[in-house]
């Protein structure tokens, strides 16, 4: 049973283009979201968070937009940097200092 | 400041064999997870400790997993006998206090292959 997707398992972006990575999750509980990043044989490191009392949170570059009527977040990178290319894993808990639960993570790829 | 150190890196073995990795969180972490992440999958809990006592571990298979934190510092994660399945990445992370979701720091993780 995933409660946490991520349907797009890669994205493919020019540098200095907008990445949108999408997440859907499934259970109503869930009132805290985070976005993780990965580069390979290094473990996740935190980028992004929101609460369910927020639609849009932004830090720099990277903006997290949440819809709770649809169960979508999304997170834009704006504009899309070859460092950025990575897997990113979308995570949702109950409350913040909840068990985290991850999507499936999508790697994007920003091409020079 | 020293990130959370894994050993060993990589580890190779047969099933029914036995395998233990080695934590040491960031000093000053009360709190330690254990995650596994198999291959195209997000990270699973496996476990979380609050210092040296156990929080959660509902998803901890423990017929066959074993974590232990005794002095509420570093850890050890265990499974005996493996199986195929057990075949991924354990991550471990930990973070000041169990509030602190935004900052559970992972450590590079041990990649096990079960053959």
């Known amino acids: 049973d995933q409660q946490v997707k991520q349907n797009s398992p890669s994205l493919s972006v020019q540098e200095g283009r907008i990445s949108i990575l999408n997440c859907d999750y499934t259970?109503?509980?869930?009132?805290?979201f985070l976005w993780y990043k990965k580069y390979p044989a290094e473990g996740p490191t935190f980028l992004i968070s929101?609460?369910?009392?927020?639609d849009k949170n932004e830090d720099g570059r990277f903006t997290v937009f949440l819809n709770k009527s649809a169960k979508h977040l999304s997170l834009h990178i704006v504009p899309s940097q070859p460092g950025d290319s990575a897997v990113y894993f979308c995570a949702a808990s109950k409350a913040a200092g909840n068990k985290l639960t991850f999507g499936g993570g999508t790697r994007v790829l920003v091409k020079p | 400041e020293a990130g959370v150190a894994q050993s060993p890196r990589y580890k190779i073995i047969e099933k029914r064999q036995s395998v233990a990795f080695w934590c040491n969180p960031i000093?000053?972490?009360?709190?330690l997870y254990w995650y596994q992440q198999i291959l195209g999958q997000g990270p699973k809990l496996l476990i979380q400790?609050?210092?040296?006592?156990?929080?959660?571990d509902s998803q901890l298979p423990k017929d066959r997993f074993s974590a232990e934190r005794l002095k509420g510092v570093d850890s050890t994660l265990k499974i005996q006998p493996a199986k195929l399945e057990d075949s991924a990445v354990y991550l471990c992370?930990?973070?000041?206090?169990?509030?602190?979701?935004?900052?559970?720091?992972f450590g590079p993780g041990t990649r096990l292959t079960v053959l």
């Open positions: 000093s000053g972490h009360a709190t």
């Open positions: 400790f609050q210092n040296n006592g156990v929080v959660d």
């Open positions: 259970n109503s509980m869930f009132d805290y």
């Open positions: 929101i609460s369910s009392i927020k």
């Open positions: 992370a930990s973070s000041p206090d169990q509030i602190s979701t935004d900052t559970q720091y």
